[in-house]
């Protein structure tokens, strides 16, 4: 791992526990009992840390997304993709999970647009399969925003349920998660 990784694995840490506001660049060079100064040597500022961070992980949903928009299946074989996926980002990407969820209002400039339309694109994508589902029957005629907010809300939200009840098996996230959200508990 470089000194940058590093530094931005710490940052991390700290973000998810503090708040990227309540985090200063002495807070991350504490923790990792180093000059404040020497930080600079490595990245540019928090600023940086957080762009890296969330880019990262928006990238890897519009990734994953665009793999599922272009496969030939059902609309529910695409949320059941969805949900799988969202869950394997979430065990690999804790952090970053936290820092887009809480902290993506604090991005500036290019990397700020740049996750807004990735976000905004991924919503309406899942929307569209929703859409889908609907008019081919396969989901139950509800109101599309109700069941996109119901299952985002659900994801965006599993990282901090999955480390309180200690990081459960990832197979049965799946299967569980997956049956609970497109068939309900009924």
């Known amino acids: 791992m470089t000194r940058k ?13 503090k708040g990227y506001s309540a985090v200063s660049m002495r807070d991350i060079a504490q923790a990792m009992n180093i000059k404040a100064a020497s930080l600079y040597n490595h990245i540019d500022g928090k600023q940086e840390i957080l762009a890296t961070l969330i880019v990262e992980v928006a990238i890897e949903f519009t990734q994953a997304m665009n793999q599922v928009i272009s496969e ?5 074989e695409k949320i059941e993709k969805i949900i799988g996926f969202h869950i394997d980002i979430t065990v690999n990407y804790a952090e970053n999970i936290a820092a887009l969820n809480n902290d993506w209002m604090h991005l500036e400039g290019e990397e700020r647009n740049s996750v807004v339309k990735m976000r905004e694109e991924y919503e309406e ?5 929703i859409k889908t589902g609907i008019k081919e029957g396969t989901i139950k005629a509800h109101h599309p925003e109700v069941l996109l907010f119901s299952i985002l809300s659900t994801l965006r939200t599993l990282y901090l349920w999955n480390e309180k009840r200690g990081k459960m098996d990832v197979n049965i996230l799946k299967k569980d998660m ?3 959200l497109i068939y309900g508990i009924v």
């Open 125 to 129: 994508n899942f929307r569209s399969i």
């Open 178 to 180: 997956v049956t609970t």
């Open 72 to 76: 030939r299946i059902s609309a529910i």
């Open 5 to 17: 990784q590093e530094i931005i694995q710490v940052a991390a840490s700290l973000f998810k526990e």
